[in-house]
C-alpha cells in the first residue's frame, strides 16, 4: 500500500476520532471515510479491515465507518465492501462486530447470511446477538421476496 494511501487513512482516521457520532447523522467522518473508499477502493478496504480485525482505541471508529461502508453507493467495491463487512463481523471488538452488522443491513444482501449466523451463534452479548438476529431475519425476507420474482427481475440480491 502507498505512503498516499497510508496518510489518507489516517487523515479519516484523526477525523474520526475528533467526531461525536449520532446514529445515522452524517458528519465529516462519514463523508471523509466514503470518499477514502471511493478513491482507494481496494487499498482502502483493506486497510479498514485490518484496522478491524485488533481491539484498539479506534474502534468506535471503525464501527461507524463500517456503518457508512454499507451506506455507501459506489458499485466497484461493492463485493469487496459485503466480503470486508462478513469478515468484521469476527472482530474482536463487539463495537466493530455491531457496525459490519448494521453495514450488512443496509446492503441488504442475502449472501451475508452464513457468516451472520456463525457469528449469531458464537456471540457472547445478548443484546448484539439480538441485533445480529434482526439482521439475519431482514436477509431471510430479502431472500425469499427475490426467489419469488422472475429470473429476469432479480438484481445482486439474490
Known amino acids: 500500500m502507498s505512503k498516499w494511501t497510508w496518510q489518507a487513512f489516517d ?13 445515522g447523522m452524517e458528519s465529516d467522518f462519514s463523508r471523509a471515510i466514503i470518499q477514502f473508499v471511493e478513491t482507494y477502493e481496494g487499498e482502502a478496504l483493506a486497510m479498514i479491515n485490518n484496522s478491524c480485525r485488533a481491539l484498539h482505541r479506534t474502534n468506535e471508529v471503525m464501527g461507524e465507518a463500517l456503518r457508512w461502508i454499507g451506506r455507501m453507493e459506489h458499485e466497484p467495491t461493492y463485493a469487496l465492501r459485503l ?11 463487539m463495537l466493530v462486530r455491531d457496525g459490519a452488522g448494521l453495514g450488512l443491513s443496509s446492503l441488504d444482501d442475502p449472501r451475508a447470511l452464513p457468516m451472520l449466523e456463525q457469528t449469531i451463534a458464537a456471540e457472547q452479548s445478548p443484546t448484539l446477538r439480538r441485533d445480529l438476529q434482526q439482521v439475519a431475519d431482514q436477509l431471510r425476507e430479502t431472500a425469499a421476496m427475490h426467489k419469488d420474482r422472475r429470473p429476469d427481475e432479480n438484481n445482486r440480491n439474490t
Open 11 to 23: 487523515d479519516v482516521l484523526r477525523i474520526g476520532m475528533g467526531t461525536h457520532f449520532e446514529d
Open 83 to 93: 466480503g470486508m463487512l462478513c469478515e468484521c463481523l469476527s472482530s474482536p471488538s
